[in-house]
């Protein structure tokens, strides 16, 4: 890939500007105008210029500029692996690029001293496991499989999995700190075992291998139910309530668990041509199990979407934001599926309606584009308020054509009505203009003259002999029907099959119109049938929940832009990167600054990342879906907020090195961490610029064109004009929306239409289902409300 910096990469303007050296006529101007827009722009940014740069977008920022030390990694074709299992696949520099960038935003450098707890707590577990003779390890024969082997690379498959069914028995313990550490164990086999690796790619590829193997042991269900014990912990809750300064020390437990699902998630979710069948198997396993609800229990994703709820009521301080927005993001796309999955969709959902297929994918479409360079407007209007007065411009056309950019696209290219009679052009309209400038000047002159009136009778006399007929009916016409075509030419027939062979049908208005047939006939068409697929599960989980989930989201995001100012009342989202002892030197101070510009970058990224997903996704699954969630966001000042976002150097913003590469994981498990100093912090950061910050403001924009889409009066409510178009817009989108929940997912004894039994025979004879409980505690349910409560006949009979 070329260097983003270097002279001539591909998406340089630098010579697109048109003068290519030949002198030619009109474009002598034009680049000490762009010379000196630039100049103004480098002056009031502080001498900052837009380099040019190479970005892939696509649904995670995957980037190897943003990667430390990405260039001293080298594939290797073999692996040191003792038993089966070896050679199984081959990790590229492109595989590795595309998970290392993951796996280092999940931890704060707060939490590098951790990296060794980790090891520590399973190699003492390790070797307390294999000097172990009781019963229970010669049941799983543990101990005969790694008489020989010191290290976890050394063990046979089947003695690893053993091994791990000892650490799930251990997690059961009743003591807490027991239960942390054998967590702890689990957690450095998903971190790659660093310490018996040499490499970074060592790393990585032993934390994808323990991962599926992790998963296939069941360890991901075991560490569910541990999160849901820890989400229920009121003692928690409570003592980080009473402190006034919650850190990283209180959430300890909660971010082992996350940090080994998180892991799990993502490992198992990247694909690689070379994955085994088992590997494969175990990833559609895994995404139904995410996907559906098991056991009657909800879908991952909703149990990630409490815990933001219940950390944004102020209920949960010390739950780690951070590490529960990139797990929730990374479960959305896993379950339902990143951009390229989503175009699949929609081209297998286009074709089971009967739509034409798409000719091209927008993304892939924007990807093939050159950078757009600023509009240089500013510089012609600069120039235009120093013109002279327009009654001084007859002999200047050049500053006359700069005057005449905001007219109307009609008066430019001097369309006339085709209905009007042609007057014969005069000889000052029939001499050739050069390069337009004598259209523009009539069109100036115009502007120019007095209201125009109408022309005196003409002083030739008509023609006696000659008849006038009429122009048109002598009655207005009164037109019903407009779609057929019959009586007009056939140039009519043929234009109107032109523009229906090339007009666009959205799945969205396929889907409108289906709503309005079914809100009229809902007797005759019968009931819809909606397929469980995973978004609608999702979206049915979601629904009665879903204004709190996007007003939480909203405040994290508030919280967390570098634009906002620290508020008394604002949340706390800096709970899992603050230590327990602030620093005390300033190499301290600076590495915790970096650290905190960094949390909230990372939190920004994962925000707008999944409300993007997810607005696609609903609007894919069904249009009314997609404006529910957008009219809460719009509701709960969303694009205030992303308004809010942009009000600031975007250009620093992007270029920010809010990072330090010596303490990036894998990096920082393989070497040994410098001396804190100020070279330290800056050492390896060669990247241009903040390919996360860049991948942020590019969701951000989308964001705010997916609520604003056809959408005139969102935009124009935000420079507050015209309220009440906003409101009856809105009044009516919602009426449309809360008939078509209320149709598909309220219960059917609510509905008018749904039978009533008016016989008591009948209604007594009917079996109800009970709870369990009832049966339990029907006698003293009987004692207390029949037998203990007196009656009165009188009132009874009254009243009936």
Not at 313 to 320: K, L, T, V
Not at 504 to 530: F, H, R, T
Not at 779 to 789: A, I, K
Request: proline share 6%; with cysteine.
């Amino acid at each position: 890939m070329d260097d983003p910096a270097a002279p001539g990469a591909a998406g340089s303007p630098a010579n697109d500007n048109g003068n290519n050296g030949n002198g030619g006529k009109g474009k002598l101007g034009a680049p000490k105008g762009r010379e000196a827009f630039r100049s103004q722009r480098r002056e009031s940014e502080g001498s900052v210029d837009c380099p040019t740069l190479e970005f892939e977008y696509g649904d995670a920022d995957g980037h190897a500029a943003e990667l430390s030390g990405m260039n001293r990694l080298r594939v290797r074709g073999e692996w040191k692996r003792g038993g089966e299992g070896s050679g199984l696949f081959f990790v590229g520099f492109l595989n590795v690029t595309l998970f290392c960038l993951p796996a280092t935003e999940l931890y704060s450098y707060t939490e590098n001293l951790e990296f060794t707890t980790n090891r520590r707590c399973f190699e003492e577990d390790f070797r307390a496991q294999g000097r172990s003779g009781s019963n229970q390890h010669r049941l799983y024969g543990f101990l005969s499989l790694v008489q020989d082997a010191k290290e976890w690379l050394e063990l046979e498959e089947d003695a690893q999995k053993t091994y791990v069914m000892g650490l799930l028995d251990r997690l059961e313990v009743v003591s807490r700190q027991q239960r942390l550490k054998v967590a702890r164990a689990v957690l450095y086999l998903a971190q790659g075992t660093f310490g018996e690796c040499d490499s970074e790619v060592d790393v990585l590829h032993w934390s994808r291998y323990n991962c599926f193997l992790l998963y296939q042991m069941g360890t991901f269900s075991a560490f569910l139910e541990l999160l849901h014990m820890e989400i229920d912990n009121s003692q928690a809750s409570s003592s980080a309530l009473r402190k006034p300064a919650v850190s990283i020390a209180d959430s300890t437990e909660l971010r082992v668990l996350l940090s080994v699902m998180y892991l799990m998630v993502e490992n198992i979710r990247l694909e690689r041509e070379i994955d085994p069948r088992g590997w494969r198997t175990a990833r559609e396993t895994f995404r139904t199990e995410l996907s559906f609800s098991t056991h009657n229990e909800e879908p991952f994703a909703l149990l990630l979407f409490s815990m933001v709820t219940k950390f944004c009521s102020g209920m949960a301080p010390h739950f780690p934001i951070k590490k529960v927005l990139l797990l929730l993001w990374k479960v959305v796309m896993f379950t339902l599926g990143g951009f390229e999955h989503l175009q699949a969709l929609k081209i297998q959902k286009r074709a089971e309606l009967g739509l034409p297929p798409l000719a091209e994918d927008s993304i892939q479409v924007v990807k093939s584009m050159r950078a757009a360079s600023p509009p240089s407007y500013t510089l012609d209007l600069g120039e235009s308020q120093l013109a002279p007065p327009p009654s001084k411009l007859r002999g200047r056309r050049g500053s006359r054509r700069q005057l005449l950019t905001k007219q109307d696209s009609l008066d430019i290219y001097n369309e006339r009505d085709l209905f009007k009679t042609e007057e014969p052009a005069t000889e000052e309209e029939e001499e050739p203009a050069g390069d337009g400038e004598r259209a523009l000047d009539g069109e100036l002159d115009l502007l120019e003259q007095d209201p125009l009136v109408p022309p005196p009778p003409s002083q030739t006399p008509l023609s006696t002999d000659r008849v006038a007929f009429p122009k048109g009916l002598p009655w207005a016409p009164k037109v019903r029907d407009t779609d057929t075509l019959v009586g007009l030419p056939r140039p009519i027939h043929e234009s109107v099959k032109t523009l229906k062979q090339h007009k666009y049908i959205s799945i969205a208005d396929i889907q409108i119109k289906n709503e309005e047939e079914l809100e009229k006939c809902p007797m005759s068409l019968g009931e819809e049938v909606v397929p469980e697929t995973p978004c609608e599960i999702l979206y049915q989980g979601m629904l009665y929940s879903l204004p709190q989930y996007m007003i939480a989201l909203l405040k994290i995001l508030l919280a967390a832009a570098p634009t906002s100012k620290a508020k008394t009342d604002s949340i706390n989202i800096l709970a899992d990167v603050l230590p327990e002892e602030m620093p005390i030197t300033v190499l301290q101070s600076m590495k915790l600054g970096i650290d905190v510009n960094r949390h909230k970058e990372i939190i920004v990224k994962s925000i707008s990342a999944l409300l993007l997903l997810l607005l696609k996704h609903f609007k894919l699954n069904h249009i009314y879906q997609f404006e529910y969630v957008s009219q809460h966001l719009v509701f709960a000042n969303c694009i205030p907020l992303i308004l809010k976002f942009f009000n600031q150097n975007i250009l620093s913003y992007i270029t920010a090195k809010n990072s330090i590469s010596v303490l990036d994981y894998p990096c920082c498990t393989i070497q040994d961490l410098p001396e804190l100093t100020t070279e330290s912090l800056e050492a390896g950061d060669n990247s241009q610029f903040c390919w996360r910050n860049l991948f942020s403001c590019i969701n951000l924009l989308r964001l705010l064109n997916k609520l604003t889409k056809w959408k005139h009066s969102r935009t124009m409510v935000n420079i507050d004009a015209r309220p009440w178009d906003f409101q009856a817009e809105e009044c009516t989108l919602r009426a449309n929306i809360e008939a078509f929940n209320s149709r598909r997912y309220d219960k059917p004894q609510d509905s008018e239409f749904s039978p009533v039994d008016n016989c008591l025979q009948s209604v007594l004879g009917q079996r109800l289902d009970l709870p369990e409980d009832f049966h339990y505690s029907y006698e003293l349910w009987l004692e207390r409300e029949v037998f203990s409560q007196p009656i009165c006949w009188e009132e009874l009979l009254q009243n009936h």
